[in-house]
């Protein structure tokens, strides 16, 4: 019998409009280009305007792309997953939301919120329905509205993070293409380092929290920094020692977008070339679950069936994880 592995199988991205750049960012808080360049790697980010746009307006788009690339309609979808950290309300989950605005009628669906390492927790918890047999076709999507939860007096969070959302289709492979394994950590008493402080039950909404910046991102850079380029770059070299990988088999590197110095180091790590590693971060910058769909969404035409790909990712909490893929499809041009 032929083993059933999870393979994506259409993918669908969307940015907002807005560009938001190093300079507009300049006239806002005391940085520079140069300062935010040499240590993100970032010139601009996109940010969602409008009165009443959440996390499911980013979302949606991305989705509608992604079915209409595989030519099948919203009720063809089983499950819907929704990995974010900005979602739409507290309840319900953005990804019923979702459904809801798409027409997927015979979907179930629920969010994941693992922080920048939830589109692979997503992709590992999605491709096990598959290769269950009970579903065919799932719907993983990464999508956050970071400037809803972001101090633009910050200038040590403000510079890095933009909105953005990208999506990819998972449905049955028997050809041995698709999700080949994965290395998932986390360990909790990184939250020290980075988290939101109120709006939880622990520190529910009052008018102090909101006098206070609480609602906001807080984040002590120099940890969260050493903790991610050490983890996500071990992570990485981990999946490929276990999957006898040598880098000379990796087609491509798509690293989470955070920091283009992390970035760096996992390749080298990894003995990777820079023109294997996917980046987007001068344009994107961090979108946090969206940055690694939104990679594979706008390099899709130069990946081949067959490929071998590493999907790394380090996020708040601590979480972090890497994800070993053959690609399924060759794209049209």
Same mark, same amino acid.
């Given at each position: 019998?032929?083993?059933? !592995?999870?393979?994506?199988?259409?993918?669908?991205?969307?940015?907002?409009?807005?560009?938001?750049?190093? @300079?507009?960012?300049?006239?806002?808080?005391?940085?520079?280009n140069e300062w935010i360049l040499?240590?993100t790697g970032i010139e601009e980010?996109?940010?969602?305007?409008?009165?009443?746009?959440?996390?499911?307006?980013?979302?949606?788009?991305?989705?509608?792309?992604?079915?209409?690339?595989?030519?099948?309609?919203? !009720?063809?979808? #089983?499950?819907?997953?929704?990995?974010?950290?900005?979602?739409?309300?507290? $309840? %319900?989950?953005?990804?019923?939301?979702?459904?809801?605005?798409?027409?997927? /009628?015979?979907?179930?669906?629920?969010?994941?919120?693992?922080?920048?390492?939830?589109?692979?927790?997503?992709?590992?918890? =999605?491709?096990?329905?598959?290769?269950?047999?009970?579903?065919?076709?799932?719907?993983?999507?990464?999508?956050?509205?970071?400037?809803?939860?972001?101090?633009? @007096?910050?200038?040590?969070?403000?510079?890095?993070?933009?909105?953005?959302?990208?999506?990819?289709?998972?449905?049955?492979?028997?050809?041995?293409?698709?999700?080949?394994?994965?290395?998932?950590?986390?360990? =909790?008493?990184?939250?020290?380092?980075?988290?939101?402080?109120?709006?939880?039950?622990?520190?529910? %909404?009052?008018?102090?929290?909101? #006098?206070?910046?609480e609602h906001f991102v807080y984040?002590? =850079?120099?940890?969260? $920094?050493?903790?991610?380029?050490?983890?996500?770059?071990?992570?990485?070299?981990?999946?490929?020692?276990?999957?006898?990988?040598?880098?000379?088999?990796?087609?491509?590197?798509?690293?989470?977008?955070?920091?283009?110095?992390?970035?760096?180091? /996992?390749?080298?790590? *990894?003995?990777?070339?820079?023109?294997?590693? *996917?980046?987007?971060?001068?344009?994107? =910058?961090?979108? /946090?679950?969206?940055?690694? %769909?939104?990679?594979?969404?706008?390099?899709?035409?130069?990946?081949?069936?067959? #490929?071998?790909?590493?999907?790394?990712?380090?996020?708040?909490?601590?979480?972090?994880?890497?994800?070993?893929?053959?690609?399924?499809?060759?794209?049209?041009?």
């Open positions: 019998m032929t083993k059933i !592995k999870a393979a994506i199988t259409a993918i669908g991205g969307y940015v907002p409009e807005y560009r938001l750049t190093n @300079e507009v960012l300049e006239t806002m808080v005391d940085t520079n040499s240590r980010r996109r940010i969602l305007k409008g009165e009443g746009l959440g996390t499911s307006d980013m979302a949606v788009p991305a989705i509608q792309e992604l079915l209409k690339k595989r030519g099948i309609t919203a !009720k063809d979808i #089983d499950l819907i997953i929704c990995c974010t950290v900005t979602p739409d309300l507290t $309840f %319900p989950a953005t990804a019923n939301i979702i459904s809801d605005k798409i027409g997927a /009628t015979n979907a179930f669906g629920y969010d994941l919120n693992a922080a920048c390492s939830g589109f692979l927790y997503g992709l590992v918890t =999605g491709s096990k329905f598959i290769e269950s047999g009970q579903y065919k076709k799932i719907i993983i999507v990464g999508a956050d509205k970071m400037s809803s939860i972001i101090d633009y @007096e910050d200038r040590t969070t403000c510079i890095i993070f933009g909105d953005g959302a990208g999506a990819v289709l998972l449905e049955p492979n028997e050809e041995g293409n698709g999700i080949q394994d994965s290395i998932l950590r986390s360990d =909790g008493s990184g939250r020290v380092y980075l988290h939101q402080k109120a709006g939880g039950s622990v520190k529910p %909404p009052t008018h102090e929290t909101v #006098d206070q910046k984040q002590e =850079g120099q940890a969260v $920094f050493k903790f991610a380029v050490t983890n996500m770059a071990d992570v990485s070299a981990e999946i490929m020692e276990k999957n006898n990988l040598v880098a000379d088999d990796v087609s491509w590197l798509v690293p989470h977008q955070a920091n283009k110095r992390i970035i760096d180091a /996992t390749a080298r790590r *990894m003995g990777v070339s820079d023109d294997k590693v *996917m980046l987007n971060i001068q344009k994107y =910058g961090n979108t /946090t679950n969206g940055t690694i %769909p939104l990679c594979l969404w706008e390099w899709e035409n130069q990946l081949k069936k067959g #490929d071998n790909i590493i999907l790394s990712a380090f996020g708040g909490g601590f979480t972090w994880g890497s994800v070993y893929i053959k690609w399924a499809y060759n794209s049209e041009k």
